[in-house]
């Protein structure tokens, strides 16, 4: 019997140990882009029926502890999903170990991200499009100095890196139930 790839049986057995799949969201400030991409995926993945671990952070530790910008919350319930309970917080060293896919809105997230990793760190670090066949290493736009239309046009680009990634992500749990 196959408790859980990659531990050893008697951890499944005294179970503690959460198996779902895990997903961290990054940004600079965790405000803007990273809260609107850990809500949006969250609503896919409960819609899709993928049962999953889903967070944000960010890069810089400018808003630590701020509600996501109001802009952000506005936009997000347009599309029905409540955003405003989210908290900004930092990466640390833990989340390398506790996420199965940290996943950069940017390529300088990206950098920022690798910057910090550890060593031996666990988690694979990407962009969100890095999932969208044809569209590997493209930008989520930083709407912060923008307008209520530029967080919107953000929403429709984190939509549509989330799908891409909700595949990827589900393709995953398959194979690893297979
Ligand atoms: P985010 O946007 O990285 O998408 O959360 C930003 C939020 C705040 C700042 C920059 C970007 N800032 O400089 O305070």
Not at 1 to 23: E, N, Q, T
Request: aromatic share 8%; proline share 4%.
């Amino acid at each position: 019997m196959d408790f859980c790839k990659g531990l050893p049986y008697w951890a499944a057995m005294l179970g503690g140990v959460d198996h779902r799949i895990s997903v961290l969201f990054v940004c600079l400030g965790n405000i803007c882009r990273s809260p609107m991409a850990e809500g949006a995926f969250r609503a896919a993945a409960h819609r899709s029926g993928l049962d999953c671990v889903v967070d944000s952070a960010g890069t810089a530790s400018y808003h630590l502890g701020d509600a996501p910008d109001p802009r952000a919350i506005a936009i997000a319930r347009a599309h029905g999903i409540e955003i405003g309970g989210q908290y900004a917080r930092q990466i640390d060293a833990k989340d390398f170990f506790r996420f199965n896919h940290i996943i950069a809105m940017d390529s300088a997230n990206l950098e920022g991200i690798k910057a910090r990793a550890p060593r031996d760190g666990t988690a694979r670090i990407s962009m969100l499009f890095d999932a969208v066949p044809g569209r590997g290493g493209h930008s989520v736009p930083d709407p912060y100095h923008g307008t209520a239309d530029d967080f919107a046009s953000t929403w429709a680009t984190i939509d549509e890196g989330v799908a891409g990634l909700l595949m990827q992500l589900r393709a995953e749990a398959a194979s690893l139930t297979r």
